[in-house]
């Protein structure tokens, strides 16, 4: 199963849960045996207690199954240079959303894992649900996310952008327009927020509208080697996605 955050066509608050195979009963039966645990995982690293839980084991089987299924996803053309590395993964993003936290946290020891070789790129993009600076959203279900996003671009001029991110994970249930201003200021050491802002919001729905133009619905939308998919995996089928577009010539 995937786990997203996805406008209703009211604008209504939705986290939906959505199951990324139904074709497969063997895949159906990771899900149904595995998340659990993955996600109990998830959630004590999230709250810095971690217990020692091991990610679920995938069979043989398994792993080809997932792999099947995942070249079915839909492959699009991105239009980011991967500088020389054989995955690129993008991101679209929204700091309002539960779902972007998760995969936040479950993720960041995947990229560690392959940041020293190069081999593989991640590349974050914006995709606020809010109509404020994303075109393809009616409403604004998460109210304080254009300006969390704005924050970030600022906070990338002067290399504070991945404390400021990990700030707004942390404090995500509190965010709101006011608390998003104070941190870019406490925490990312943003002065003008107010004078960069409209240069800001303009980058924002720039990359919204890529999301958009990919097929991007709904937070978070992965991008693996042109594969999309919309959601937060579990992370050891997230992991397997990168070791098979790794593995080929």
């Known amino acids: 199963m995937t786990l997203f955050c996805r406008p209703s066509p009211r604008g209504a608050r939705t986290v939906a849960w959505a199951q990324l195979i ?31 839980a091991q990610p679920a084991q995938l069979t043989e089987q398994q792993k080809a199954d997932f792999v099947r299924q ?5 492959k699009v053309n991105v239009p980011i240079d991967a500088d020389g590395a054989k995955v690129l993964v993008v991101k679209f993003n929204d700091y309002q959303c539960p779902p972007c936290r998760q995969s936040f946290y479950d993720y960041k020891p995947i990229f560690a894992k392959y940041a020293k070789s190069g081999r593989v790129k991640f590349v974050l993009k914006h995709f606020p649900l809010e109509s404020e600076c994303n075109a393809a959203i009616g409403g604004s279900m ?18 504070t952008s991945d404390k400021l991110e990990e700030w707004f994970f942390a404090n995500q249930p509190s ?18 927020y107010d004078a960069q802002y409209a ?26 080697n042109g594969h999309v998919i919309a959601g937060a995996m579990p992370a050891v089928l997230f992991e397997l996605a990168i070791e098979h577009e790794l593995a080929k010539k």
């Open 199 to 224: 240069r800001a919001l303009t980058l924002v729905r720039t990359d919204a509208g890529l999301g958009a133009l990919l097929g991007a619905k709904s937070t978070p939308t992965f991008v693996v």
């Open 175 to 192: 965010l709101t327009p006011d608390s998003v201003k104070q941190a870019a200021a406490s925490v990312a050491g943003i002065s003008n």
């Open 142 to 159: 998460h109210p304080a996310s254009c300006e969390a996003a704005a924050a970030v671009v600022m906070a990338q001029s002067n290399g």
């Open 70 to 74: 995942y070249e079915a996803l839909p």
């Open 22 to 52: 139904v074709s497969s009963s063997t895949l159906v039966a990771i899900v149904a045996v595995g998340w659990p645990a993955i996600e109990a995982d998830a959630v004590a690293r999230a709250a810095g207690r971690g217990d020692g």
